[in-house]
């Protein structure tokens, strides 16, 4: 080749490498295989978990079990309150330690994922202050609580810390937050680390690039029937798995759902904070939108996997045939979930 033809050569190909780049950097990333996590989101109770009560959450299939010590904001104030007497036994340190020792016992996994109960709102995803004093004295407060339980994570070697759940307010008000709270938590914990993200507000979000999971808690609307079939289900996710799986590659960061389930009643696959109490109960459509959320995703390596909402305690009376709620426990959803738990729980 001739100087001139290999000038002309290097010209081309550094024009070329960054759209050659781009290409893999978006359409083109090929994912590994993983393992998938199968989790369940423990319910903390007033007493110490059992070893029965452990040993349900491993017959069911699960490798992964979510403990939560909770948090209490007193509406929109800036104090954050944890580990008090006024919690149950659960929600505490005490029980937390209690329930992870219990859990290592069956050779669970563990995320823990530090929640926050406001007082008028439940969830946080509204929760802001009025004022930069207001602010800075909450972000102490929650900073005490989170790396709290994150040295208790590092030491107990914890393999996902979950730090935050749906803070969509704070991270639209205080975007500077979190990043900052990341980086201590990194100081602390060497562990997998995540955020559970709104199923509505997870492109919001701007640090995922500090984290190793996408966090989403996955309760997005994709049907208004009562009794959706299976294959409908299936199609109906379509586009939500496409806008997830090319937020994973955009990242390079696979999906977690941090929180997934669905009642037992009718539109169990729609808007669940607008469906009235007094829904019928409806198991058929409860068990077609777990295997729908099964077949859709857990074969995707973009995918690492999620915690069901949620798994109570004194599993021989929990749920059942009249409950109407979350769990899956003594429901024709429970033989489903534990199917596919079982098909794809690390060997």
């Avoid at 995320?111 to 109960?117: A, D, F, N, Q, S």
């Avoid at 935050?164 to 914990?189: G, Q, W």
């Amino acid at each position: 080749m001739g100087m001139k033809s290999l000038k002309a050569f290097l010209i081309i190909a550094l024009v070329a490498l960054p759209i050659l780049v781009l290409m893999s950097n978006s359409e083109d990333i090929i994912w590994p295989e993983i393992s998938k996590i199968n989790g369940v989101n423990y319910v903390s109770s007033r007493t110490p978990m059992q070893p029965a009560d452990a040993e349900s959450v491993v017959t069911l299939g699960s490798n992964y079990i979510s403990i939560i010590p909770y948090a209490f904001i007193p509406g929109h104030q800036p104090e954050v309150y944890f580990d008090v007497p006024q919690q149950w036994y659960g929600e505490r340190i005490e029980g937390t330690l209690q329930m992870i020792e219990e859990s290592r016992k069956k050779g669970l996994k563990i995320m823990l994922k530090p929640h926050v109960w406001v007082r008028g709102d439940g969830w946080a995803g509204e929760f802001k202050l009025e004022t930069e004093e207001e602010w800075q004295k909450w972000e102490k407060a929650f900073d005490k609580y989170i790396l709290t339980y994150a040295e208790i994570a590092d030491s107990l070697d914890i393999e996902i810390f979950c730090f935050a759940t749906e803070f969509r307010m704070v991270i639209r008000e205080h975007p500077e937050y979190f990043p900052k709270l990341i980086s201590k938590v990194r100081e602390v914990y060497k562990g997998k680390l995540t955020y559970a993200a709104n199923w509505d507000n997870y492109e919001n979000v701007q640090f995922w690039d500090q984290l190793d999971y996408i966090g989403v808690d996955a309760y997005f609307p994709i049907c208004d029937q009562k009794t959706p079939e299976v294959n409908n289900l299936i199609g109906l996710w379509d586009p939500v798995k496409k806008k997830l799986k090319g937020y994973a590659d955009k990242y390079n960061k696979p999906i977690l759902f941090t929180e997934y389930g669905y009642q037992s009643i009718d539109f169990s696959a729609s808007e669940h904070w607008n469906i009235s109490s007094g829904s019928d109960l409806n198991m058929v459509a409860q068990r077609n939108a777990y295997e729908a959320i099964y077949k859709t995703f857990w074969d995707e390596n973009w995918f690492a996997g999620g915690f069901l909402w949620k798994w109570y305690p004194n599993h021989p009376n929990a749920g059942g045939k009249t409950n109407k709620r979350f769990t899956p426990q003594n429901k024709p959803a429970e033989k489903v979930v534990s199917q596919y738990y079982n098909k794809y729980t690390e060997e």
